[in-house]
């Protein structure tokens, strides 16, 4: 019996020193592949803020559109046709065909890629100005209408440049990556109902025309930012 406890007691500490030795083998491979993985992992692409801003800036411009065709389309409306009911009819069909939209956009981005979605996007924006002012420059409530439904494809696209930035940003920034482009959208709520006040009756005869044509410009701008975006993104992947 004083044998069997001698062994026992000679037996435990080089078992539990053998469990020891395997445990701290584990943990030596497991850092070693950390290391490895990390020099693996290419280095975070240099002056990634910048499509940041720039797309920041086009999410403010989106939603200045927005902010001012919610502060003055349905007025536009109103002055063409004498039924209440009718005249929120243009924000109703923008809102919905953003919605509706968003079902097809990515397909779109699938098969044009992200950045000619981007501008394809700001492209029927513009046509929806366009076609907007001639219904009110003719006064009719249809051809306002088929404006708004440009406008809202337009939108539909600015709602995915959040997602848009992730290309050009290493992972770990990406949560503040899509918190400063989504804070463009402040600058937007300011920004629209403002030149919308302001421009209105700036054209004679053509009730909220100077807000249309206002519109039509920012997002001509919006359309150039765009192409400025996908310059720099193509800088930091090439060049960089």
Request: aromatic share 10%.
């Amino acid at each position: 019996m004083e044998h069997r406890n001698a062994l026992r007691l000679t037996t435990r500490p080089s078992h539990s020193a053998s469990v020891r030795s395997r445990r701290d083998a584990s943990s030596n491979r497991r850092q070693e592949s950390m290391l490895a993985a990390d020099a693996a992992t290419p280095p975070p692409p240099k002056g990634w803020w910048l499509p940041v801003l720039t797309l920041s800036a086009c999410w403010a411009l989106a939603f200045a559109v927005l902010t001012s065709g919610a502060a003055s389309v349905n007025l536009a409306g109103a002055a063409l046709t004498d039924t209440s009911a009718l005249s929120s009819f243009p924000l109703a069909f923008i809102s919905f065909t953003s919605g509706i939209y968003n079902l097809v956009l990515p397909i779109e981005i699938r098969t044009l890629g992200r950045y000619r979605t981007y501008l394809l996007g700001a492209c029927v924006g513009v046509l929806g100005c366009i076609v907007s002012w001639a219904g009110m420059l003719v006064g009719s409530l249809a051809v306002l209408l088929t404006g708004a439904v440009f406008i809202g494809v337009g939108l539909s696209h600015s709602q995915n440049y959040r997602f848009g930035v992730l290309l050009c940003v290493p992972e770990a920034q990406h949560p503040v990556a899509i918190s400063w482009v989504l804070a463009g959208g402040v600058v937007g709520a300011v920004l629209g109902p403002e030149y919308s006040k302001h421009t209105r009756f700036v054209i004679e005869g053509v009730p909220y025309g100077g807000t249309v044509a206002s519109t039509r410009l920012l997002l001509r701008i919006l359309l150039h930012l765009h192409i400025l975006y996908s310059y720099i993104c193509t800088c930091i992947y090439v060049y960089i």
